[in-house]
């Protein structure tokens, strides 16, 4: 590959309890290319999940769960996409592991419209944010689903004017749970897996992380564990649940606001927030104005413009908080 990226493999086999060990399952990587990594298993009607890590750490690697991208291949070939992200030049670097299984691997639930508010710590210190992008927005880019595309499903929190230096905005764990993966994004992306819900994971962009952060430490709800990490970026949180949807593995993102208690949410409340939903656009109303998306860019048809709060569609893009 001439696009700057080396590209390391590194297979995990995993057996089934239920097998011999004369029948292990197994899963090999075929090929890598520009966009694909190709594999095949020992037999059919197999999970397989592909996890991919930016610096090879041995003994958090092996026992990971594979939950970076994860498929059900009723036959014994098949690949993986590989996320424009990763193809970029912030990821020098890359190890990839493979994991086969004949039931679902890490933590999924069906999916259900209805959705636990269990999150009664705040991220980020309120006083100082003057606005808040809209769930399903056209602000930023695109960070969709596997149910919905070309939407911006997170909220970027914009810091006030009064707040000079954006690295005094404290970051705190939403939740309790499990730091399961740190990535480079302008800081460090910060993804904890809840122990109270495994199947939801909170990701919080653009961290200048405190030196305890590692991967693999528990972290307490309310845990302080860095500042925004400067000027030159947005804090934003995305809320992904690991879902089956008819026995299929798909990754759903809901708003942040989604899983708030009612007490967290009064403390937005207080700043000018009537209901969830002033947050957040409808999958219906998204779909009634839709973003056109190159990758994970938003861009303009001839004859549109941008929104007159710097977003793209019709729709408003941003909350703006009374003061606090």
Known sequence: MNMGIKFTVCLLLVLSSIFSESQELRTDITDINYSNISYSNSKANLFVGLDYSEALETNSWHDAEATGMIVHEAGTHGSFEIPILLLSQQYPKLFFRTKVSESIIGSWIPYTEIVPQFVSHDYIELEKIEYISRFRSGAGHDYSDDYEECRSMKHYFHPHSSVSNWTSINIYSPVSGTIIDLSDSNGTRVTIQSSQNPAYQFIIFHVGILPKIMKGYKVSAGEHIGTHAG??????????????????????????????????????????????????????????????????????????????????????????????
């Open 231 to 324: 000027n030159s970026t947005i804090s934003d949180i995305a809320v992904r649940i690991f879902t089956l949807h008819n026995g299929s593995p798909r990754k759903r993102l809901i708003s942040y606001f989604d899983v708030m208690t009612d007490s967290l949410f009064s403390a937005y409340q207080t700043r000018g927030l009537q209901n969830r939903e002033d947050v957040i656009i409808s999958a219906e109303d998204r779909d009634n104005d839709p973003l056109n998306c190159n990758g994970e860019e938003f861009y303009l048809d001839e004859g549109e413009t941008m929104h007159p709060d710097g977003g793209y569609g019709s729709l408003n893009n941003k909350f703006y908080l009374s003061e606090p």
